[in-house]
T-cell receptor
Framework: AQSVTQLGSHVSVSEGALVLLRCNYSSSVPPYLFWYVQYPNQGLQLLLKYTTGATLVKGINGFEAEFKKSETSFHLTKPSAHMSDAAEYFCAVRAGLGAGKSTFGDGTTLTVKP | NAGVMQNPRHLVRRRGQEARLRCSPMKGHSHVYWYRQLPEEGLKFMVYLQKENIIDESGMPKERFSAEFPKEGPSILRIQQVVRGDSAAYFC??????????????FGEGSWLTVV
């Protein structure tokens, strides 16, 4: 079985500060891991994904995440927050054979203060 | 290339009525997934379909909920005799092929169901 824990349901940072959103996972198979962003009343947009290979994954909008197998973590970071980054972020782990069957965390709402 | 299209975007139903949510996958995609997002929660997998087949319905409630993806036309998520607890956002996603589980899936913008 697979599960995802996002530490901190709300994170607040100042504009220009480091963004760090935490995600820990458990998986009975080699994990494929994803980060999605959701803006109010919209669908999810893929930020980045880890499947195999390089453990540091770069995504859109300046985000990146590092897969650490020993820590079962896949934390999302961005060096400098922008006001437009304010949104809800979801970490997910593959949960089945289908490309789209994933187990999602409960989400972290990112607030960016001017 | 149009994205995943869902309609209606917003639907209001009275308790006991039926709700039908439609999803047209991206062009060339034959795999469809439905997720439900309750308020203040993450997405929960409901069902995975290919054309004319239900592949995995492990997340579907046992009663009142059904899904189909016919040979022609959109995928339909049907909720019969809706109750207030069905109020949620329902998201559809599609992907090109199953084989490689790292394939990117694309989400629609969701259908918000409100049961009054």
């Amino acid at each position: 079985a697979q599960s995802v824990t996002q530490l901190g349901s709300h994170v607040s940072v100042s504009e220009g500060a480091l963004v760090l959103l935490r995600c820990n996972y458990s998986s009975s198979v080699p994990p494929y891991l994803f980060w999605y962003v959701q803006y109010p009343n919209q669908g999810l947009q893929l930020l980045l994904k880890y499947t195999t290979g390089a453990t540091l994954v770069k995504g859109i909008n300046g985000f990146e995440a590092e897969f650490k197998k020993s820590e079962t973590s896949f934390h999302l970071t961005k060096p400098s927050a922008h006001m437009s980054d304010a949104a809800e972020y979801f970490c997910a782990v593959r949960a089945g054979l289908g490309a789209g069957k994933s187990t999602f965390g409960d989400g972290t709402t990112l607030t960016v203060k001017p | 290339n149009a994205g995943v299209m869902q309609n209606p975007r917003h639907l209001v139903r009275r308790r006991g009525q039926e709700a039908r949510l439609r999803c047209s996958p991206m062009k060339g995609h034959s795999h469809v997934y439905w997720y439900r997002q309750l308020p203040e929660e993450g997405l929960k997998f409901m069902v995975y379909l290919q054309k004319e087949n239900i592949i995995d319905e492990s997340g579907m409630p046992k009663e009142r909920f059904s899904a189909e993806f016919p040979k022609e036309g959109p995928s339909i998520l049907r909720i019969q005799q809706v109750v207030r607890g069905d109020s949620a956002a329902y998201f559809c996603a599609s992907s090109q092929q199953q084989g490689f589980s790292g394939n990117t899936i694309y989400f629609g913008e969701g259908s918000w169901l409100t049961v009054v």
